[in-house]
């Protein structure tokens, strides 16, 4: 079992920078995948970026990539999204989510609560 707790998101306007953190508990959290997604009123969840085990393997989405890097400290049992030149159609309620195989499709078996993320023109 792995519980997530989203942190760092917020209001900023548009080419802003907001760093968002995802915490776990459970003392196996350097043997899971972890990814972000995104989700908008009346939008389906969102591939966001992955990241594996070991951080060797990453994963973004083409609307972000450039802008957005994601990274891990497994002693520290964190993943965290640094998102820079923030666009308003990044406004979104953001979600972690954790898994035993690394994939960019909402297949993960652990999901946290989430964190609003709003980008002001």
């Known amino acids: 079992q792995v519980q997530l707790v989203e942190s760092g998101g917020g209001l900023v306007q548009a080419g802003g920078s907001l760093r968002l953190s995802c915490t776990a508990s459970g003392r196996t959290f350097s043997r899971y995948a972890i990814g972000w997604f995104r989700q908008s009123p009346g939008k389906e969840r969102e591939f966001v970026a992955a990241i594996g085990w070991t951080s060797s393997t990453t994963y973004y989405a083409d609307s972000v990539k450039g802008r957005f890097i994601i990274s891990r400290n497994n002693a520290k049992n964190s993943v965290y999204l640094q998102m820079n030149s923030l666009k308003p159609e990044d406004t979104a309620v953001y979600l972690c989510?954790?898994?035993?195989?690394?994939?960019?499709?909402?297949?993960?078996?652990?999901w946290g609560q989430g964190t609003q993320v709003t980008v002001s023109s």
């Open positions: 989510a954790a898994d035993s195989r690394l994939a960019t499709t909402a297949l993960y078996d652990y």
